[in-house]
Nanobody
């Protein structure tokens, strides 16, 4: 059974930083591309960043230059380093996995499994 568990969310002031982690189990992590999405109240879930199984990275324009996605295959974990946080980054952040995903990683339907989410709140 696949489990994705996010952690690292919390309350931070604008301009601050947080690092989210997503620990996986029940899958062969190195064969999965991983993505981060977020959902603010009353809004659609949107793409934030993705890293392919081969290490290619992709970012939403709104976070490019501020967020960095990385993975540690030895720890079955994907990370999202978030710097220069803004109030508009406030959302529940979800990680997701896509088996050998390559193209279309910005699309929710590409992903097979999802975590339960972690809340990030940025105060202005």
């Amino acid at each position: 059974q696949v489990h994705l568990v996010e952690s690292g969310g919390g309350l931070v002031q604008a301009g601050g930083s947080l690092r989210l982690s997503c620990a996986s189990s029940g899958l062969t992590f190195s064969t999965y591309s991983m993505g981060w999405f977020r959902q603010a109240p009353g809004k659609e879930r949107e793409f934030v960043a993705a890293i392919s199984w081969s290490g290619s990275t992709y970012y939403a324009d709104s976070v490019k230059g501020r967020f960095t996605i990385s993975r540690d295959n030895a720890k079955n974990t994907v990370y999202l380093q978030m710097n220069s946080l803004k109030a508009e980054d406030t959302a529940v952040y979800y990680c997701a996995s896509a088996y050998y995903g390559s193209s279309g990683l910005q699309t929710r339907t590409k992903y097979d499994f999802w975590g339960q989410g972690t809340q990030v709140t940025v105060s202005s």
